[in-house]
């Protein structure tokens, strides 16, 4: 399913004139997201830290690079995943300003829903980069044999996907990630993070929180198992990322009202990812968890941390 770029227009003298949201019958079952921009609080301190046998010292990264890295990183893995239609982040700004709108307004409810619907947007998605620490660490080797360079990055977000209609928060997500390159002798004396390790970083940490932001549209679903091997029925999820394949079991209602709050469920496998295409995405089980080594087709699969860490929370 092809990814649409909507694009508002027709705003003059500050009033909304109209909107060309190019949606059509085609178009019914992608919901449209705005992703917008990061936040980064004067608490956070962007500085990288360079250590050398001479001692240490900082080098300050730009902050804007960082809200900018994450804002565009999640929105080309949501455009990756081919499964949301996607709002221009220059279309938001432009209705922001023309509406004199500051970052700080939109923890009004009201207003954000506002700006939701004038951008035609069904859902969306606030966050905030809690932690940025990167490290470039410079030893020297044995027997004049040079240096060994090592960049670490380890990197904190959280994001809400907020309902445009209702102003409900559907899902939240607060994640981490940690990512490391160590290189000997490198071409460049300069002991700085790259750009393309900063890159690479957000990238990870973006793929992860559109697998957790999209089970809450559309829960990933077995397509196909052969043996340990488990074909899922979502593009482009982040290689190493992992999931729990749960069994829905008796069906949960209210007993006053009768209304159905959910089902019971039942932990089958836990899968990691090994390779994202364009249309599925290739899991392999690391852990059998229910009686059974069968996975049922359809069978959904949520988001789940790494087996050695606690860093990832969900609601």
């Known amino acids: 399913m ?3 770029t909507l694009q508002a ?9 109209g909107l060309a949201l190019l949606a059509g019958p085609a178009w019914a079952a992608e919901p449209r997201v705005a992703v917008f921009d990061f936040d980064l609080g004067n ?9 050398t046998d001479e001692g240490k010292e900082t080098a300050r990264l730009e902050r804007s690079r960082q809200t900018n890295l994450l804002t565009n990183r999640l929105i080309d893995a949501l455009v990756n995943a081919g499964e949301v239609s996607v709002v221009e982040r220059d279309e938001i700004h432009r209705i922001q300003d023309e509406a004199d709108l500051s970052r700080s307004d939109l923890s009004d409810p009201d207003q954000a829903m506002e700006i939701g619907k004038l951008v035609g947007a069904d859902y969306m998605i606030f966050g905030a980069i809690t932690r940025v620490q990167p490290m470039v660490e410079v030893d020297r080797l044995p027997y ?4 060994e360079r090592t960049i670490t990055m380890s990197l904190g977000a959280n994001a809400r996907l907020v309902n445009a209609e209702t102003g409900e928060v559907e899902a939240s997500t607060d994640l981490s990630v940690d990512k490391s390159e160590t290189e000997t002798n ?10 393309s390790f900063q890159q690479d970083a957000y990238d990870e940490l973006a793929g992860r929180m559109t697998t957790r932001l999209l089970d809450a549209l559309n829960p990933v679903r077995v397509a196909r198992q052969s043996g340990d091997q488990v074909y899922l029925a979502r593009g482009n999820m982040t ?5 729990k394949v749960v ?8 007993p006053d009202t009768g209304e159905v709050l959910g089902s019971t469920e039942q932990e089958q496998a836990l899968l990691k990812v090994v390779k994202g295409m364009e249309k599925l995405s290739v899991a392999e089980v690391e852990e059998w968890l229910g009686d059974s080594e069968s996975l049922e087709k359809g069978a959904r699969c949520r988001p789940a941390s790494r087996p050695d860490t606690e860093n990832d929370s969900d609601a």
């Open 2 to 4: 092809g990814i649409r």
């Open 186 to 195: 490198p071409g460049s004396s300069s002991h700085r993070v790259t750009e």
């Open 239 to 243: 290689p190493g990322s992992f999931c």
């Open 247 to 254: 069994s829905e079991g008796e069906t949960i209602k209210d």
């Open 144 to 147: 004049d044999a040079g240096v």
């Open 43 to 51: 608490s956070v301190t962007v500085e990288a830290e360079v250590r």
């Open 9 to 17: 227009k027709g705003i003059a003298g500050g009033v909304l004139a």
